[in-house]
T-cell receptor, first 112, second 115 residues
Framework: TQLLEQSPQFLSIQEGENLTVYCNSS?????LQWYRQEPGEGPVLLVT?????EVKKLKRLTFQFGDARKDSSLHITAAQPGDTGLYLCAGASGGGADGLTFGKGTHLIIQP | KAGVTQTPRYLIKTRGQQVTLSCSPISGHRSVSWYQQTPGQGLQFLFEYFSETQRNKGNFPGRFSGRQFSNSRSEMNVSTLELGDSALYLCASSLWQGGDGNTIYFGEGSWLTVV
């Protein structure tokens, strides 16, 4: 069974600070996706990383896929209250045979 | 285009009852997958349907079942409800099956409370 461990589970910081969320596994994933979920809504895809070592930037968000494709990180620069939400990482095992494996998420609160 | 639509949004059931949840995928999407989300376990994969056939199944008991119709709409059913089935049930649609390199779009979910 593939597992994805996210840390920290909860994070509350002040507006303007930087933060990093981690997603780790002992399994190799063919791709990894990051989602953000707001209360009462379904998860919304932020980015997909496919290549080991890949770095993708989405405005103030930077996503990195580990060289061995077992881990990933999400870094937010100058966090804003609008970044508040549940951040989920999800791994695909490849071959199109399985559903996504999700981490339990990081609850992020940005205080103004 | 319209997103993934799930009905009902909220429902309360009694232990032992059964429930059916419905999902209409994005137009043109042929794959529908279902996930259960709870505070303790997070998002867990239930099953995936593509072209009316169940392609993948997660580690859930047989009380959880589903089906997909020719128009790609899907339903999931939970029989003999238990308190632990209380959760947010999310439906997601995508163009093709599987999670690899395949963008999936989630609905807002159906909140099920079992009392």
């Amino acid at each position: 069974t593939q597992l994805l461990e996210q840390s920290p589970q909860f994070l509350s910081i002040q507006e303007g600070e930087n933060l990093t969320v981690y997603c780790n596994s002992s399994s190799v994933f063919s791709s990894l996706q990051w989602y953000r979920q707001e209360p009462g809504e379904g998860p919304v895809l932020l980015v997909t990383v496919v290549t080991g070592g890949e770095v993708k930037k989405l405005k103030r968000l930077t996503f990195q896929f580990g060289d061995a494709r077992k881990d990933s990180s999400l870094h937010i620069t100058a966090a804003q209250p609008g970044d508040t939400g549940l951040y989920l990482c999800a791994g695909a095992s490849g071959g199109g045979a399985d559903g996504l494996t999700f981490g339990k998420g990081t609850h992020l609160i940005i205080q103004p | 285009k319209a997103g993934v639509t799930q009905t009902p949004r909220y429902l309360i059931k009694t232990r032992g009852q059964q429930v059916t949840l419905s999902c209409s995928p994005i137009s043109g999407h042929r794959s529908v997958s279902w996930y259960q989300q709870t505070p303790g376990q997070g998002l867990q994969f239930l099953f995936e349907y593509f072209s009316e056939t169940q392609r993948n199944k997660g580690n859930f008991p047989g009380r959880f079942s589903g089906r997909q119709f020719s128009n790609s709409r899907s339903e999931m059913n939970v029989s003999t409800l238990e308190l632990g089935d209380s959760a947010l049930y999310l439906c997601a649609s995508s163009l093709w099956q599987g999670g690899d390199g395949n963008t999936i779009y989630f609905g807002e979910g159906s909140w099920l409370t079992v009392v």
